[in-house]
């Protein structure tokens, strides 16, 4: 089941307009040809595409959908970032903890043997994740919260969120639910596995990658136990 079914507008609705992110995958990246792994509505690549080639990978129909309403000329494609084979490109980013929605080591390693395949020698690979909350990780259930709020085509939308945590299978699971002027329209449930950061690093390493950074957030910030994102740089041997 694809949990963006109904609510790709809503998601760039959210998204679209954010920046952080792909001003640090620009400060940061080469001038080669660029493909984003779980590119969504497509906000990233069509910012980054001004400078570079750049190809966007996703498995769901709907959110390429509006990418490729919002640009008509970009290169998107509708595959499993697990078993994609599109040629040689000299970086791969996957944004947005869109790593984390490979649930099992398994999806993890083929998802990295694709990208080792198509990066060149010495082509880089950044995984944007979300830092596991150690404050959090005992509390197995949050009720459903605002997690976001706007408009869309002037009427008043919103998001919440709902999450179950399971420190033994590093596991989140979580409930997105939209609603559009009050009224529920979608819930999107989400499963994703959270990733520790020595574990990041040597799943990278025994995958062919040397780790050249860990930052944690988009200003470079060092990383600590407190850190919103793990951001990991590395480079294909």
């Known amino acids: ?3 963006y079914q109904s609510v790709a ?9 954010l920046d952080s992110d792909v001003e640090y995958f620009a400060r940061h990246g080469t001038r080669g040809p660029l493909l984003v792994l779980g590119c969504g509505t497509g906000r990233i690549g069509r910012r980054l595409a001004r400078t570079r080639p750049v190809t966007g990978l996703d498995v ?52 990295l043997a694709c990208c080792q ?18 404050a959090l990780l005992g509390t197995p259930h949050s009720p459903e919260r605002l997690a976001w709020e706007g408009t869309l085509d002037g009427r008043a939308v ?8 399971s420190p033994v299978r590093q596991r989140l699971e979580l409930v997105d639910r939209y609603y559009v002027d009050g009224a529920l329209i979608a819930a999107s449930p989400l499963v994703l596995r959270l990733i520790f950061p020595s574990e990041v690093e040597w799943m990278l390493e025994a995958a062919g990658f040397a780790v050249e950074a860990l930052h944690g957030d988009y ?14 740089r590395a480079v294909r041997l």
């Open 1 to 3: 089941m694809d949990p």
């Open 9 to 17: 507008d809503l998601y760039e609705a959210e998204y679209g307009a």
């Open 60 to 111: 769901s129909a709907p959110m390429l959908a509006v990418a490729r309403q919002k640009a008509p000329d970009a290169r998107y494609v509708e595959a499993d970032m697990r078993t994609f084979d599109l040629g040689a490109f000299s970086e791969i980013v996957a944004p947005n903890g869109a790593f984390n929605f490979l649930a099992t080591r398994a999806d993890q390693h083929a998802c």
């Open 117 to 134: 395949r198509t990066l060149v020698p010495g082509g880089a690979l950044t995984l944007d994740l979300p830092m596991p909350s150690f």
């Open 158 to 165: 919103r998001r919440t969120r709902e999450t179950h945590r």
């Open 219 to 232: 200003g470079d910030a060092p990383l600590t136990e407190s850190s919103p994102r793990l951001l990991v």
